[in-house]
Structure formats: structure tokens, C-alpha cells
């Protein structure tokens, strides 16, 4: 079983820097696959960014390339979001999620995640 709780979410300008954090308990993080998504207002939830198990590979949304670095630290078993360059279109709830599985390594789809954290707010202003 993994637990995971996102922070860092908040109110920003447009323009500006935030970075999110997602902590996990469970012996077994450094395993897994973990990636972050988000849900927009009124729209279905999305791919943002994703890192393997040893940060070897990442792999980002178009919207947010260029924009947004994950990153993790196993030895603290947390997975980093940061966000640069803000706009307000990336307005969203942000959720990270773990595959739960040593088999999976870089995914977009939400079905290979098995874990998931409540989210965190994130809002910019214009």
C-alpha cells in the first residue's frame, strides 16, 4: 500500500514559480513509476509529467515542456513538481500518482497509476 500527500500548491501570479511536493510512505517508493496530473476546471483529468523509478527518465505534457521539471528524492521518498513560466491556463487541481508496480515504467495513462493523492490547488492569477 502507498499513501501519498501533494503540497506546495497555493495562489500565484502569472509568470511566477511554485513547486509542488508529493510525499509517500511505503518501503517500496524507489520502485515505482510516479506522475504527476492535473484537472483543469471543467475538464477531464490530464497527463502532466512523469519519472521512472531512478529519475532516468522523465517524460513531459507538451503544454508544460520546457515549463515544468519533476524530479525525486527516494531517500526522502518524495517526487518534486517544479513549475516555472506560470500561466494562468495551468489553473488546476494537481495530483501525483504512483503505478504501484515495478512494471510499468514511463506512462501517461491514468490506468497504470494505482495510487493517488488528494491533490493540491493551483492557482494563477493574470
Known amino acids: 500500500q502507498v499513501q501519498l500527500v501533494e503540497s506546495g500548491g497555493g495562489l500565484v501570479q502569472a509568470g511566477g514559480s511554485l513547486r509542488l511536493s508529493c510525499a509517500a510512505s511505503?518501503?517500496?517508493?524507489?520502485?515505482?513509476?510516479m506522475g504527476w496530473f492535473r484537472q483543469r476546471p471543467g475538464k477531464e483529468r490530464e497527463f502532466v509529467a512523469v519519472i521512472i523509478w531512478n529519475g532516468g527518465s522523465t517524460y513531459y505534457a507538451d503544454s508544460v515542456k520546457g515549463r515544468f521539471t519533476i524530479s525525486r528524492d527516494n531517500a526522502k521518498n518524495t517526487v518534486y513538481l517544479q513549475m516555472n513560466s506560470l500561466k494562468p491556463e495551468d489553473t488546476a487541481v494537481y495530483y501525483c500518482?504512483?503505478?504501484?508496480?515495478?512494471?510499468?515504467?514511463?506512462?501517461?495513462?491514468?490506468?497504470?497509476?494505482?495510487?493517488w493523492g488528494q491533490g493540491t490547488q493551483v492557482t494563477i492569477s493574470s
Open positions: 511505503g518501503r517500496t517508493f524507489s520502485s515505482y513509476t
Open positions: 500518482a504512483a503505478t504501484g508496480t515495478t512494471l510499468v515504467g514511463i506512462s501517461m495513462r491514468e490506468s497504470d497509476y494505482n495510487y
